[in-house]
């Protein structure tokens, strides 16, 4: 029998934090990642680019015989499911439900999200938590400065620190007891915005829930493969040097080989 690999896809590095859960989650599936190096980033596109940019993704990851889609970046999944859905005729998994689903085990209901400009403008994340709890109080906030400052290595620098104590001074007012990091990038600033919002905020990863998902997915519908597996093929659209020499710190191990593809219909 031949065993279909999860197609995972994001803008560039960042949904590498997304691969790196799914890999630990579920070791023996075959996993292919599409990062869209040369037309990142997402988040400070119209909802319309983006959405052709994920359907673009989607159509390649599609033709490599992938059995389940995963929107690992947080931008598309905010603007691009539902056509996704309508395009594709396999499970789609974007990180902003699983993410919501979490958070809404937050026992004030004072929440924040962060994220970029598009996914926060969108409202999905507030409007996914309210879905699971209709008086949540969602307060959110688009921190695009925090992409660079982690693809830079500057994860736990002091302008990190800096960046994060401007960005989030709104919440520690509100006192929310749950911040979502709404973006691939922020896992990697993890201990500065603990640090800057106090230990007893939860802060919830999309890219570990979302692993969840996949792999509650996969449990439901039988769709994990019984023994070997475990091959890791990546694929960007622009040169893969940058992604090569980025993206490690992104996915905690070296990345192997990286092939330049195009994607645009
Ligand atoms: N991957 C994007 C996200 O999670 C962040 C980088 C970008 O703007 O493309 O929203």
């Given amino acids: ?158 302008v990190a620190h800096l960046v994060a104590d401007e960005y989030l001074a709104r919440f520690k007012q509100r006192q929310i007891d749950t911040l979502v990091l709404g973006c691939t990038h922020y896992p990697l600033l993890r201990k500065v915005l603990q640090g800057v919002v106090g230990d007893d905020v939860t802060l919830v990863d999309s890219a570990e829930q979302t692993a969840e998902a996949v792999r509650e997915l996969f449990a439901e519908q039988g769709l994990a493969r019984p023994d070997g597996g475990g091959q890791r093929t990546f694929f960007v659209t622009d040169v893969p040097d940058r992604f090569v020499r980025v993206g490690e710190p992104f996915l905690g191990q070296a990345l192997g080989r990286v092939t330049q593809v195009r994607i645009e219909g």
């Fill in 1 to 158: 029998m031949l065993h279909r690999a999860i197609g995972i896809f994001d803008s560039g590095v960042g949904g590498l934090t997304v691969f790196k859960e799914i890999m630990r989650a579920l070791p023996r599936e075959d996993l292919i990642y599409l990062g869209d190096t040369a037309r990142v980033p997402y988040g400070t596109k119209s909802a319309e680019t983006v959405r052709r940019y994920a359907l673009e993704a989607g159509a390649f990851l599609v033709d490599q015989g992938v059995k389940v889609l995963v929107v690992a970046c947080n931008t598309a999944s905010a603007v691009a499911l539902p056509a996704l859905r309508e395009r594709f005729r396999l499970p789609v998994i974007g990180v902003i439900e699983p993410g919501a689903r979490r958070a809404a085990q937050s026992r004030s209901g004072r929440i924040g999200v962060i994220g970029t400009e598009g996914t926060i403008a969108s409202g999905r994340y507030e409007d996914a938590i309210r879905s699971f709890l209709p008086e949540a109080s969602v307060c959110s906030t688009a921190c695009p400065l925090l992409v660079p400052l982690a693809e830079e290595g500057w994860a736990e620098h002091a």
